[in-house]
Antibody, heavy 121, light 110 residues
Framework: QVQLQESGPGLVKPSETLSLTCLVS????????WHWIRQSPGKGLEWIAS???????YYIPSLKSRITISVDTAKHQFSLNLSYVTAADTAVYYC???????????????WGQGILVTVSS | QSVLTQPPSVSAAPGQKVTISCSGS????????GSWYQHLPGTAPKLLIY???KRPSGIPDRFSGSKSGTSATLAITGLQTGDEGDYYC???????????FGTGTKVTVL
C-alpha cells in the first residue's frame, strides 16, 4: 500500500522559508512524478510544484521566484522549499504521487494527509 | 495560468444523479487528459477519474467521467449521503507547463 506523509513545521514566521518533506512508503520514487498541492483556508485546491521522473521541475507561475522542489531517492522522499513566506502562504500542504507519466497525462494518486502550515509572527 | 470553471454547487436527493461540468480551453482540457478528485471534510483528496473516464480500482461505477472538446463532466449516480463534499477537476495546461484545478463544486445530498 502506497503511503505519503508530509512533515515540517506547523508555524513559520513571515519572510522566512517554509520547508516540507514528503516521505514515500510502499512505492519506488523512480518511475513517477511527484507534486505539491495546497489549499488555503476557504479556498480550492492549488497545484504549486512538480518534479518529474526525468528530473524536470515545474512551478506555478505566481510562486516561481520563491519555490523549489527536489527529490532524494536514497531517503525515499521529496521536499518543498518556499521562501519569503507571507500570510497568504498559510494553507494545508499536500504531497501526491503522479503515475501518469506526463505528456499531458497527469493525475494524483495517492495523496498525503496534508499538513497545516500557518505563517504568523 | 488558466483556471477551470465548475459550478459552485449541485444538489439532489439520495439515489438521484448529479453532473458536474468543468470548462476549460484548448491548451488544458482540449489537448490533455483530465482527472477528477473527491475531497470530503477532514480527509485527503481522493482520485475518482483519470485519463478523462478511467476509474481507479476501488472506485464504484456510480462515478463516471467524460470529455468533449474543451469541457469535461463528472456524473454521480445513485447519490449517497457519504458523497457530500467538494469535487475538483484537473488537467495539465500546456501553455504554461503547469497543472490546473477547477474552481471546485460542493455536492449536497438533500
Amino acid at each position: 500500500q502506497v503511503q505519503l506523509q508530509e512533515s515540517g513545521p506547523g508555524l513559520v514566521k513571515p519572510s522566512e522559508t517554509l520547508s516540507l518533506t514528503c516521505l514515500v512508503s510502499g512505492s519506488s520514487i523512480s518511475g513517477y512524478n511527484w507534486h505539491w498541492i495546497r489549499q488555503s483556508p476557504g479556498k480550492g485546491l492549488e497545484w504549486i510544484a512538480s518534479i518529474f521522473d526525468n528530473g524536470r521541475t515545474y512551478y506555478i507561475p505566481s510562486l516561481k521566484s520563491r519555490i523549489t522542489i527536489s527529490v532524494d531517492t536514497a531517503k525515499h522522499q521529496f521536499s518543498l522549499n518556499l521562501s519569503y513566506v507571507t500570510a497568504a502562504d498559510t494553507a494545508v500542504y499536500y504531497c501526491a504521487r503522479d503515475p501518469g507519466g506526463g505528456g499531458g497525462r497527469n493525475w494524483f494518486d495517492p495523496w498525503g494527509q496534508g499538513i497545516l502550515v500557518t505563517v504568523s509572527s | 495560468q488558466s483556471v477551470l470553471t465548475q459550478p459552485p454547487s449541485v444538489s439532489a436527493a439520495p439515489g438521484q444523479k448529479v453532473t458536474i461540468s468543468c470548462s476549460g480551453s484548448r491548451s488544458d482540457i482540449g489537448n490533455n487528459y483530465g482527472s477528477w478528485y473527491q475531497h470530503l471534510p477532514g480527509t485527503a483528496p481522493k482520485l475518482l477519474i483519470y485519463d478523462n473516464y478511467k476509474r481507479p480500482s476501488g472506485i464504484p461505477d456510480r462515478f463516471s467521467g467524460s470529455k468533449s472538446g474543451t469541457s469535461a463532466t463528472l456524473a454521480i449516480t445513485g447519490l449517497q449521503t457519504g458523497d457530500e463534499g467538494d469535487y475538483y477537476c484537473g488537467t495539465w495546461d500546456s501553455s504554461v507547463s503547469a497543472y490546473v484545478f477547477g474552481t471546485g463544486t460542493k455536492v449536497t445530498v438533500l
